[in-house]
């Protein structure tokens, strides 16, 4: 019974590690995206005002 418990805990343990790891993954993601937006934006301002 404590075996089982044990390993219900590491199970528990693996799952919350691998859905932080996604939101990780997403919030990096989320933030590449917005910074090279940025910098093509600027890129293309600069361009117009030659």
């Given at each position: 019974m404590v075996k089982l418990q044990?390993?219900?805990d590491k199970l528990q343990e693996k799952?919350?590690?691998n859905s932080n790891?996604?939101?990780t993954l997403?919030?990096?993601?989320?933030v590449g995206f917005f910074l090279i937006?940025?910098?093509v934006s600027v890129y293309f301002l600069f361009l117009k005002r030659l």
């Open positions: 044990e390993n219900m799952t919350s590690e790891l996604k939101g997403a919030s990096s993601f989320l937006f940025t910098w």
